[in-house]
């Protein structure tokens, strides 16, 4: 069966360029959860999807990060008018329950996203 | 503020017994989950916590102790696969995962 899987595994933007990230979560998974994390670093929380509702969006650094889940599967992060300190590798992991309960995250390999 | 604390690096010798602390400070608790990750690689599920005590799983086990905000990953009969960085992850009362920044091992042979 198919993990998480995210694309592009790499991304090379110019400062200001806008970028879209997409995450293909495991399928039926309910929860969608999307990181950032900076070398030498654990993962920090961005955004939390229950299915096709974002219910957290509590740790977007800007409002120049937005993520969508529309149909509940796929979901996309979107970073405008990028910044070198937006250089990360930005981790989206799923799971099978809703936040609320013990549930175990199955993350995807990440995008590296590196801005010049 | 919220924080997870473990030590930066540790070497091993291959064959060897490990311990990897975790102490943390955190708004509310609803387990604590430890991750492995290869350079480059996803983090992967090795184990969560939410009584105290001791849950064992092959080579590795964790304890928790929720009185002193404290756990440890033990890792046995270290193999050279076992060169990584070892996450301890808090689930806060908002069921939000908290994260350390790792401890990266080094297994020599």
């Known amino acids: 069966g198919a993990g998480v899987s995210q694309s592009p595994r790499y991304k090379v933007a110019k400062r200001g360029q806008d970028v879209a990230l997409r995450c293909d979560p495991i399928?039926?998974?309910?929860?969608l959860f999307w990181y950032q994390q900076a070398l030498g670093q654990g993962p920090e929380f961005l955004t939390y999807?229950?299915?096709?509702?974002?219910?957290?969006k509590s740790g977007l650094p800007s409002d120049r990060f937005f993520a969508e889940r529309p149909e509940g599967s796929v979901s996309t992060l979107k970073i405008q008018r990028t910044q070198q300190e937006d250089s990360a590798v930005y981790l989206c992991?799923?799971?099978?329950?809703?936040?609320?309960?013990?549930?175990?995250?199955?993350f995807g390999p990440g995008t590296r996203l590196t801005v010049l | 503020g919220q924080n997870i604390d473990q030590p930066t690096e540790m070497t091993a010798t291959e064959g060897a017994i490990v311990q990897i602390n975790c102490t943390y400070q955190t708004s509310g608790f609803n387990g604590l989950f430890w991750y492995q990750q290869h350079a480059g690689e996803a983090p992967t599920f090795l184990s969560y916590n939410v009584l105290d005590g001791l849950e064992e799983k092959g080579r590795f086990s964790s304890f928790l102790s929720r009185s002193k905000g404290y756990s440890y990953l033990l890792l046995k009969e270290l193999q050279m696969k076992d060169s990584a960085s070892y996450l301890c992850a808090v689930m806060d009362s908002n069921y939000q995962l908290i994260w350390g920044a790792g401890t990266k091992l080094i297994i020599k042979p």
């Open positions: 999807f229950q299915n096709e509702a974002q219910l957290d």
């Open positions: 992991a799923s799971s099978s329950r809703d936040r609320g309960s013990y549930n175990e995250q199955f």
């Open positions: 399928s039926g998974h309910v929860s």
